[in-house]
C-alpha cells in the first residue's frame, strides 16, 4: 500500500512542474519578443547609421569639389595681387612645415617675394631666458628703448632688422647691425633664420597647432604678432582653427586681443585652398592699413577680405 505523504508529495510535484513549466514558458516567450524587439532596433540604428554616412560622404564630396573650384579659380583671383612685395614667413614654436609651405606658395603664386624664413624657438618666450634676450638687445640693439619687457625688447628689435615700413627699401641686404643681430640670435638659439636674408616690408606669422589647454606662450606671441606688424606695413597671423578646432591658438588669441586685432590680420584656415586665397587678400588689405579677421572659425569677422587697389 502506497503511503499517503507519497500522494501529497507526486501530486505538489506535479503542480510545481506545472507551475515551472507555464514560467519558463511565458519567460522564453518574453525572450523571444525581447530579442525580436532589439533585432528591430538595431536594424534601425544600423539604418540611420548608413543614411548619415551617405549624408556626410554627399557633403564632403561637395566640399571637395568646393576646393577643387577654388584652386582652379585662385590663380587668376591672385594673379600680381602681391607682385613686387618682399615677405618675411615667421613660424611660431611647434608651427608645421606644412602649413608654411603653404603660406609660401600663395605668397609666391600671387607675385611675392620670399625675402626671409625665420623660426622662433620655444626658448624665445621662456622666463628662464630673459636674462640672455635683455642681455643680446642691450649689446646689439643699444637704440631699442629700455622700457618694457624683455621679450617686447627682443621682438622690437627682430622685427626692426628684418622689416621696414617703407615700401621702397624692401628687397635691400640687411644693415652690418642688423645682420649682427640676427646672428646674435641664432648663435643664442633662440631662432633660426634662412641664409641671405633681405628686408620685407608685409609678414606672415605662421601659428602652432591649437591646443585644448592654455598655452603660457601664447601671449607673447601675440606681442611678437604686433611688433612685427609696427615693424612693417602690415602682418597676418595664419592657422588652422576651424570651427570645432581646441580653444586655444594664436589665431584666437590675436582675435581675442582687441588692440592687436585692430592692426593685426587673422585667417584661420590658411591650410585650405579658400584659406590660402584669404591669406593673399588680408596681405594686400594690410598694405593699406586695413586689418580684418577672416575664415570660418570662432571670430571671424568676414569670410574674405575685399580686394583693395595696389598701393
Request: a negative charge.
Amino acid at each position: 500500500m502506497i503511503d499517503f505523504r507519497y500522494h501529497i508529495v507526486s501530486i505538489a510535484a506535479v503542480f510545481l512542474a506545472l507551475a515551472l513549466g507555464l514560467v519558463l514558458g511565458s519567460t522564453s516567450g518574453f525572450q523571444n519578443n525581447a530579442i525580436g524587439d532589439l533585432d528591430k532596433h538595431i536594424s534601425q540604428l544600423r539604418k540611420q547609421s548608413n543614411d548619415l554616412r551617405s549624408v556626410v560622404d554627399r557633403e564632403q564630396g561637395l566640399l571637395k569639389k568646393g576646393d577643387e573650384l577654388v584652386t582652379v579659380l585662385t590663380p587668376s583671383l591672385i594673379k600680381d595681387a602681391l607682385e613686387g612685395e618682399h615677405v618675411a614667413v615667421v613660424s611660431a614654436p611647434g608651427a608645421s612645415g606644412s602649413l608654411r609651405d603653404a603660406a609660401e606658395e600663395a605668397v609666391t603664386a600671387a607675385g611675392g617675394t620670399i625675402a626671409s624664413e625665420v623660426s622662433l624657438s620655444a626658448d624665445f618666450f621662456t622666463q628662464d631666458n630673459v636674462a640672455v634676450l635683455a642681455g643680446l638687445v642691450d649689446r646689439l640693439a643699444p637704440s631699442v628703448p629700455t622700457e618694457g619687457s624683455a621679450l617686447d625688447r627682443a621682438a622690437k628689435a627682430l622685427s626692426d632688422a628684418l622689416l621696414v615700413s617703407d615700401k621702397s627699401r624692401a628687397g635691400n641686404q640687411l644693415g652690418s647691425s642688423d645682420t649682427a643681430l640676427v646672428a646674435g640670435f641664432r648663435e643664442a638659439k633662440l631662432v633660426s633664420v634662412s641664409d641671405n636674408p633681405v628686408r620685407a616690408s608685409l609678414v606672415v606669422f605662421v601659428a602652432a597647432p591649437p591646443q585644448d589647454k592654455a598655452d603660457p606662450d601664447l601671449e607673447g606671441e601675440v606681442r611678437v604678432a604686433a611688433a612685427l606688424d609696427e615693424a612693417g606695413r602690415g602682418s597676418v597671423v595664419v592657422g588652422a582653427e576651424q570651427a570645432g578646432a581646441p580653444a586655444h591658438g594664436l589665431v584666437r588669441a590675436v582675435r581675442a586681443t582687441g588692440e592687436v586685432a585692430a592692426v593685426v590680420s587673422t585667417v584661420d584656415d590658411a591650410a585650405t585652398p579658400a584659406g590660402r586665397l584669404r591669406l593673399v587678400r588680408a596681405l594686400s588689405a594690410e598694405r593699406t592699413g586695413l586689418a580684418g579677421q577672416y575664415g570660418t572659425g570662432d571670430g571671424a569677422q568676414a569670410v574674405i577680405a575685399t580686394p583693395t587697389p595696389s598701393p
